[in-house]
Every structure is written in structure tokens, then in C-alpha cells.
């Protein structure tokens, strides 16, 4: 996890390797890397917070269907069912798989949800300009989130589900698949477009006195 630094803005230290390097401030409009390492030092790329505010409030708008919605639809012998992300972990509870239906809330609801959450509180008020005394705490929760984000494993277990049922049965895909699909492209672009290393600047440069 990156951590704000009190290097002076004329040195740039590698995450990677603890290379101290010289810049200046004009060095910071085109993307840095680290001539020993080739890490990322800084990014240039402009409305990132702005991408990941967006991902964010759209990732919010789409947990709750995409949770509750049936994702499949099966026959199978006569007999019809559906399932949905919610349903799934509640019927593990009730076979008494409750570590792993535990494990499941957390990774594919809790951590999600949160990392969601979290994104669009620091992304607010990076836009907005108001850094309250919490916001590195906020910052250091989303990172640790996004680490315990897995929603792709579980859809990942979808996929082969619908894969080894399509030949004993009938399987349709339901809204939930969309729901869930959509909610894991919000998450990759807040992930993707989120700096945390900008943040912290934004932090360091107007934070309380």
C-alpha cells in the first residue's frame, strides 16, 4: 500500500526499488516510470477521479440487483429453480457450510460493497475540494477492500456452473448476469482508474491544519 512521503517535491523515491530520483514539477505532465525498475511513479492521466466517482456510483446503483436478481434459471428433471448471489450464501448457511458462506459474504458482498463505497467517498471529496481529518483512514480502508475484492471468483464459478449444467438440463441466463456483469466492470475501472498516489498528494497539499 502507498504511503504519503515527506521527500521534497523535487525528488520522486521509487515504490519499488527506493530509487531517489530528480524532477520537476513539469516532469509530472507525462507518465514516470523508474529507469532501473521500469516501476510507475507517478501517472499523468487527467479525470481519473472523475472515472472512478462514476465507476462508483454506478457500482452502488447496480449492488442491490445485482445480489438479489436470479442469475440462472435451470431445469433439470422436471423440476425448475434459479439461483441469485444472496440465495447462494444462504443456502450454504443452511446445508452448514457457514464458514464458506461466510467467507463468501465477505469476499464477494462485504469487501465489494465496500470498496464501492469507500471509492466514491474519497473520489467526493477529491472533487469537491474538502478533505475531512478521516480521509486517510478512507484511503487506506479502500485500498485494503480492494485487495479482498473477489466478485470475479464467484462469477468465475458461475461461468463453470452454467458450463457443466448446460448438458444435464435446460440453463437460462437471468438479469442478475447482467447486473453482476456490469457491477464487476464498475469495480475493475475503480480499480483501474484510481490513483492512490494522487490522492495522498491531494491529501498532503490541503489537509487540515
Not at 515504490?15 to 513539469?26: G, K, Y
Not at 465496500?114 to 480521509?135: E, G
Not at 485500498?143 to 470475479?152: A, P, R, V
Request: aromatic content about 10%; charged content about 15%.
Amino acid at each position: 500500500m502507498t504511503i504519503p512521503s515527506h521527500i521534497p517535491k523535487e525528488l520522486t523515491a521509487c515504490p519499488d526499488c527506493d530509487l531517489l530520483l530528480q524532477t520537476a514539477q513539469r516532469d509530472h505532465h507525462l507518465e514516470g516510470r523508474c529507469p532501473r525498475c521500469k516501476a510507475v511513479l507517478w501517472h499523468s492521466a487527467k479525470h481519473t477521479d472523475t472515472i472512478s466517482f462514476a465507476a462508483a456510483i454506478s457500482g452502488l446503483i447496480l449492488f442491490y440487483p445485482a445480489i438479489t436478481l436470479p442469475i440462472l434459471k435451470f431445469t433439470m428433471v422436471g423440476q425448475h429453480g434459479s439461483n441469485s448471489l444472496l440465495g447462494g450464501i444462504y443456502s450454504m448457511w443452511l446445508e452448514q457450510e457457514r464458514m464458506l458462506a461466510v467467507l463468501i459474504l465477505l469476499c464477494s458482498l462485504v469487501a465489494p460493497l465496500m470498496h464501492l463505497a469507500l471509492t466514491a467517498v474519497v473520489c467526493l471529496s477529491i472533487r469537491i475540494n474538502h478533505f475531512p481529518r478521516h480521509f486517510p483512514l478512507w484511503l487506506k480502508y479502500k485500498c485494503w477492500m480492494q485487495s479482498w475484492n473477489m466478485l470475479e471468483v464467484y462469477a468465475l464459478g458461475i461461468i463453470v456452473a452454467y458450463v457443466k449444467m448446460m448438458h444435464d438440463g435446460e440453463v437460462s441466463i437471468s438479469g442478475g448476469t447482467f447486473c453482476v456483469s456490469a457491477l464487476l466492470l464498475c469495480i475493475i475501472l475503480c480499480s483501474q482508474y484510481f490513483h492512490e498516489e494522487q490522492a495522498w498528494q491531494h491529501w498532503e497539499k490541503n489537509k487540515p491544519t
